[in-house]
C-alpha cells in the first residue's frame, strides 16, 4: 500500500515569493493534517481536515497562508507571501476515521529554504 | 493547553548499551501516547503507542508504559543497535498530535 505522497520534496524561494506543497493521503484516509516542523523541534500542527472540512485551522497564519482539500483527498497548503520565517518542514499524515486517536501516517515532508 | 516535555539530547551511547528517554505530559482527559522515531533522511514513523493507564507499548525492541500517576511515558530499549540512531519524538493524541522535541540518540559500533 502506497504512504503519504508529497512533492515537492525541496523547495528554495527568496521572500515575498508564493510556494505551494502538495500532499496526496493514503487511499481510504478521509482525515488528513498539515504540521510544520522547525529546525530541532518536534512538529507543530496548522490545519486538521475531516474529509473536505477544515475541523481545526487555529494554528495556520491565516495572514499569509492558505490550504484546500478539493473532494477530501488531496489536499495543497500554500504561502503567499513567504518569510524567511517560514523556513522548515512541512509535513503532511492522514489517519483513517474522523476519531482524533487513531493513528497518524506521515509522508516525508517538504524542505522549504526561504532566503 | 496540552504539552510534552522530553529529555534533551543529544544521546550518544555504545551497541549493546541500555537507552533510556524520558517523557512526560500534561493533558486535560486521557490522551493516547506515542513515541514516533525519524530515521536519517526519512519521514516520522510511528514505533509504539498505548492509548490508557498501565498500558505498555511495544516494537522492534523497545518498550514504554503509560503512567497516568506520574504522567510519564519513558522509552527504554535494553540492547541499542547502530540501526537505532535516529531522533525519537515523545508524542500525546488528544484530537491532534502534541509532539516533544525531540531526542537525538546516536549509537556507535
Known amino acids: 500500500e502506497a504512504g503519504v505522497v508529497q512533492s515537492p520534496r525541496y523547495k528554495i524561494i527568496e521572500k515575498k515569493q508564493p510556494v505551494a506543497f502538495w500532499c496526496n493521503p493514503i487511499s481510504g484516509h478521509n482525515t488528513l493534517y498539515w504540521y510544520r516542523q522547525n529546525l530541532g523541534q518536534g512538529p507543530e500542527l496548522l490545519i486538521r481536515y475531516e474529509n473536505e472540512e477544515a475541523v481545526d485551522d487555529s494554528q495556520l497564519p491565516k495572514d499569509r497562508f492558505s490550504a484546500e482539500r478539493l473532494k477530501g483527498v488531496d489536499s495543497t497548503l500554500k504561502i503567499q507571501p513567504a518569510e524567511l520565517g517560514d523556513s522548515a518542514v512541512y509535513l503532511c499524515a492522514s489517519s483513517f476515521g474522523t476519531s482524533g486517536y487513531n493513528e497518524q501516517f506521515f509522508g516525508p515532508g517538504t524542505r522549504l529554504t526561504v532566503l | 493547553g496540552n504539552s510534552v516535555t522530553q529529555m534533551e539530547g543529544p544521546v550518544t551511547l555504545s551497541e549493546e548499551a541500555f537507552l533510556t528517554i524520558n517523557c512526560t505530559y500534561t493533558?486535560?482527559?486521557?490522551?493516547?501516547l506515542f513515541w514516533y522515531v525519524q530515521y536519517p533522511g526519512e519521514g516520522l514513523q510511528l514505533l509504539l503507542k498505548?492509548?490508557?493507564?498501565?498500558d505498555k507499548g511495544s516494537n522492534k525492541g523497545f518498550e514504554a508504559t503509560y503512567r497516568k500517576e506520574t504522567t510519564s511515558f519513558h522509552l527504554e530499549k535494553g540492547s541499542v543497535q547502530v540501526s537505532d540512531s535516529a531522533v525519537y519524538f515523545c508524542a500525546l493524541n488528544d484530537y491532534k498530535l502534541s509532539f516533544g522535541a525531540g531526542t537525538t540518540v546516536t549509537v556507535r559500533a
Open positions: 493533558a486535560t482527559g486521557y490522551p493516547s
Open positions: 498505548a492509548t490508557k493507564a498501565d
